[in-house]
T-cell receptor
Framework: DAGVIQSPRHEVTEMGQEVTLRCKPI?????LFWYRQTMMRGLELLIY????????DSGMPEDRFSAKMPNASFSTLKIQPSEPRDSAVYFC????????????????FGDGTRLSIL | QQPVQSPQAVILREGEDAVINCSSS?????VHWYRQKHGEAPVFLMI?????EQKGHEKISASFNEKKQQSSLYLTASQLSYSGTYFC???????????????FGQGTTLQVKP
């Protein structure tokens, strides 16, 4: 089975540009998570969806960040405008189960997008 | 609130044992453990639910003390392949039961030498 697929794997762009990260969860999984990983802050949850609905976006750093999940097989994380401090590895993860069963299910991570903002 | 992991780093010789601890200041519903190798994605190891159960995965096992809000990961007879950074992810308790999201610790780097 295919795992979580993220694109692009690497992105280098200049400050002020719009950045769009993409994620395809594992088929049949109905929960999707976006994480950001940096040396300073570790692995932080940005937002998570359940059945395509955003459940908790309290980790989204500011209004420059937005995420969508238009259908069960696709999600995007957009940064507009981008800033150098947004440089990080962004992971998407998916899991099966929902609600109170969520904690019983492992999260499967994609390979991540390494983002560099110059 | 981010859980606290200890130690931050550990170096072992092949065959030696290690314990990694994860402590939270809040009541926990579950604890998840992941391992991440350099430049790769985190990989799931195991989940422990409240109830103090202990789980095993080959020579890696873990325990969860709900009352102390702590979990420990035990690596026995370590192998070179165990090298990497280990993260605990804690899930808190909400009014409806569980929060459904994980907060990860800062990680423990394990290096196993021949």
């Amino acid at each position: 089975d295919a795992g979580v697929i993220q694109s692009p794997r690497h992105e280098v762009t200049e400050m002020g540009q719009e950045v769009t990260l993409r994620c395809k969860p594992i088929s049949g999984h109905n929960s999707l998570f976006w994480y950001r990983q940096t040396m300073m802050r570790g692995l932080e949850l940005l937002i998570y969806f359940n059945n395509n609905v955003p459940i908790d976006d309290s980790g989204m750093p500011e209004d420059r960040f937005s995420a969508k999940m238009p259908n069960a097989s696709f999600s995007t994380l957009k940064i507009q405008p981008s800033e150098p401090r947004d440089s990080a590895v962004y992971f998407c993860a998916s899991s099966s189960g929902q609600g109170v069963t969520l904690s019983n299910q492992p999260q499967h991570f994609g390979d991540g997008t390494r983002l560099s903002i110059l | 609130q981010q859980p606290v992991q200890s130690p931050q780093a550990v170096i072992l010789r092949e065959g030696e044992d290690a314990v990694i601890n994860c402590s939270s200041s809040k009541a926990l519903y579950s604890v998840h453990w992941y391992r991440q190798k350099h430049g790769e994605a985190p990989v799931f190891l195991m989940i422990l639910l409240k109830g103090g159960e202990q789980k095993g995965h080959e020579k890696i096992s873990a325990s969860f003390n709900e009352k102390k809000q702590q979990s420990s990961l035990y690596l026995t007879a370590s192998q070179l392949s165990y090298s990497g950074t280990y993260f605990c992810g804690t899930e808190g308790i909400s009014g409806s039961g569980n929060t459904g999201k994980l907060i990860f610790g800062q990680g423990t780097t394990l290096q196993v030498k021949p």
